[in-house]
Structures are given as C-alpha cells and as structure tokens.
C-alpha cells in the first residue's frame, strides 16, 4: 500500500513544480513592463512615419532590442531609411536623421551616392531589379582595336528605386526604363564612364553573396574560335575535335616499258 502514496505525492510534486514554471513564464511574458515600437501598418522606405502606422505594446519576456523606440511621440513624423513590415520594432537603424526631409536623399547611406541609369526591358532582368535588390553592372562595347568586348565593371550594387519608385510589390515585377542604384563616389565615376563606352546591363544576384567579381571581360575572340584560313566555325567541340590528317601519296614516276620476271622489274630497250 505504500508504493501507491508514494507514486501520488511524487506525481503531485511534480504537477506543482510544472505550475510553478508555467505561472513564471506567463509572469514574465505578460508584465514586462517594457514598452516598445512596433510597426502596425507596412512603412515604405524614404517617407514620413505617420501615427496609425506604429503602436507601443509590452514587450514579451525579459530581452528587449537594443535600442528600440519606447514612446510613438518619438517616431512619428520621422523618415524611415527601409521599408518596415507589421510586427517588427522601430530601431533607430531604420529611420534617416531628425532633420531629413524624406524622399531618395534619405535612405542613401552615408558616404554612398545615388545614380539613375536608363535600361530597357532586358537590361533591367525583365523588371525583377526591385528596390533593395542587388546587382551587377555590365558594359558592352569595342575596344582600342574596335573588337566587342563585356566586362563587369561594378559588384553587388544595390538599387535603390525603379523609375520613381522606392518600393514595388516582389509579387510584381515591374518594366521600367530607369534604374537608381547606391554607389561611392569612386564607383559612381566607373559608372558614367562606363555608359559613355558602350551598352549598360544589370545582371541580377542573390541578395545574400557578397562576392566580388574581378573578371579580366570577354572579347570576340572568347567566343569566336578563327581557323589559319580565316574561316570560323560556331562550334567550340569542333575546334577542340582532332584534325583529320590526308597523307600524300608520292606519283609513281613515268618509265619506259619494263619487263617483270618474278618479283624483279627490269626495262626494256626501246628499239
């Protein structure tokens, strides 16, 4: 009869302790105490932060981030620098300076510069070069000697509009004729001359490589493999394929009438 009371009092204690830890938790996650800002309504990049977007709420358990607005009387009114979703807090990362007066010159980081680039509808990757997507630049032209040539110019540059755009739907990619994209003064100078050299290309790549291509560029005899004759062929495997080699035959020289006994050949006196 023992080991049944036994059984009991350990399961009950352990129901108790279970209780205890689960009333903490709910403890902790309800009465932090800490207000925090968070988006109620989407922010979009480069505008004014108005007072419906944003609400204060208590903010589960015990870590907060770093930094995060406490009060909506000090957010509203302010630029936001990106785009902000509902359910994620205000951190002063994502607003411009108290004194920006919103628009493109607001969400430029400092130090960088903005340009506008004009492209078509293949250029522009068929209009999936959103704003905060991240590009390659490519120029197409002639050399010195007049040849074709491409060569990457610019890595992993961000676009920051499409057209005048700041924001557009990912859902819905959008053709436009104008690209505006964050660059360095340094790169910024590449960049308008490399439009002065020839054709401009954006080449669309995954937000999340930070690779940086060094190519020397293609030329026209990259993909054009020429022959000693002058001939080209369109083929690389036919190139690579071994030639077919013709081995000459010696011409027999002309004698005069010969007489064959055997294997020997001997000639014939002509009378």
Do not use: C
């Amino acid at each position: 009869m023992k080991l049944p009371v036994v059984a009991l009092a350990i399961a009950l204690t352990l129901g108790a302790v279970a209780a205890f830890i689960a009333a903490r938790w709910m403890s902790v996650a309800q009465t932090s105490g800490i207000k925090v800002v968070i988006v109620e309504q989407p922010i979009e990049a480069g505008k004014a932060i108005r007072a419906e977007q944003i609400k204060a709420i208590d903010w589960p358990g015990s870590v907060v981030p770093r930094d995060a607005s406490t009060r909506t009387s000090s957010v509203v009114g302010r630029i936001a620098r990106v785009s902000m979703i509902p359910g994620e807090p205000v951190l002063p990362g994502k607003l411009a300076p108290k004194t920006a007066t919103g628009g493109l010159s607001s969400i430029i980081q400092e130090g960088k510069r903005a340009i506008t680039v004009r492209v078509n509808e293949v250029i522009a990757v068929a209009g999936f070069a959103l704003p905060g997507s991240y590009v390659d630049v490519l120029v197409s032209g002639k050399d010195a000697d007049n040849q074709p040539f491409a060569r990457t110019v610019l890595s992993r540059i961000k676009v920051l509009a499409v057209a005048q755009e700041t924001t557009t739907d990912p859902d819905k990619p959008k053709v436009v004729d104008a690209v505006t994209l964050e660059l360095t003064p340094l790169e910024s100078e590449k960049l308008d001359l490399a439009r002065n050299i020839g054709k401009l290309s954006l080449v669309l790549r995954n937000e999340f490589d930070t690779s940086v291509i060094n190519s020397a560029g293609v030329h026209l005899s990259d993909i054009v493999y020429t022959r000693s004759t002058g001939a080209t062929i369109s083929s690389p495997a036919a190139e690579a394929a071994p030639a077919k080699h013709t081995v000459a035959t010696p011409s027999r020289q002309r004698r005069g009438p010969e007489e064959i006994r055997g294997t020997s050949r001997q000639p014939v006196a002509t009378p």
